[in-house]
Nanobody, 118 residues
Framework: QVHLVESGGGLVQPGGSLRLSCEASENAVNTFNMGWYRQTPGKERELVANVLASGRTYVTEAVEGRFTISRDKAKRTVTLQMNNLRSEDTAVYYC????????????WGQGTQVTVSS
């Protein structure tokens, strides 16, 4: 069982920045792909960015050039740096960890609200 604790959500004006952090209860970064999904009411959860166990990163086209994902193995943490935020980035952001060899083994954080509004 991997427990994920998220932090860093909040309210920010358009064009502002936020940083989301996700700390794993064990050193999951070596065996799990980790990243962030987001969800708005009435819509399915969508992948925002992830970092594979190999270290390779991915960000979805909608946030490319604005969001950056990184990980710190020593701190068991994955961080999503979000810059130049837009109103359409408003959502609940969920950290996840999925085993790199068993996609059925997936864990979720509790979710953190990001609101972009003036």
């Amino acid at each position: 069982q991997v427990h994920l604790v998220e932090s860093g959500g909040g309210l920010v004006q358009p064009g502002g920045s936020l940083r989301l952090s996700c700390e794993a209860s064990e050193n999951a970064v070596n065996t799990f792909n980790m990243g962030w999904y987001r969800q708005t009411p009435g819509k399915e959860r969508e992948l925002v960015a992830n970092v594979l166990a190999s270290g390779r990163t991915y960000v979805t086209e909608a946030v490319e050039g604005r969001f950056t994902i990184s990980r710190d193995k020593a701190k068991r943490t994955v961080t999503l740096q979000m810059n130049n935020l837009r109103s359409e980035d408003t959502a609940v952001y969920y950290c996840y960890a999925r085993h790199r060899l068993n996609a059925a083994q997936i864990y979720w954080g509790q979710g953190t609200q990001v609101t972009v509004s003036s």
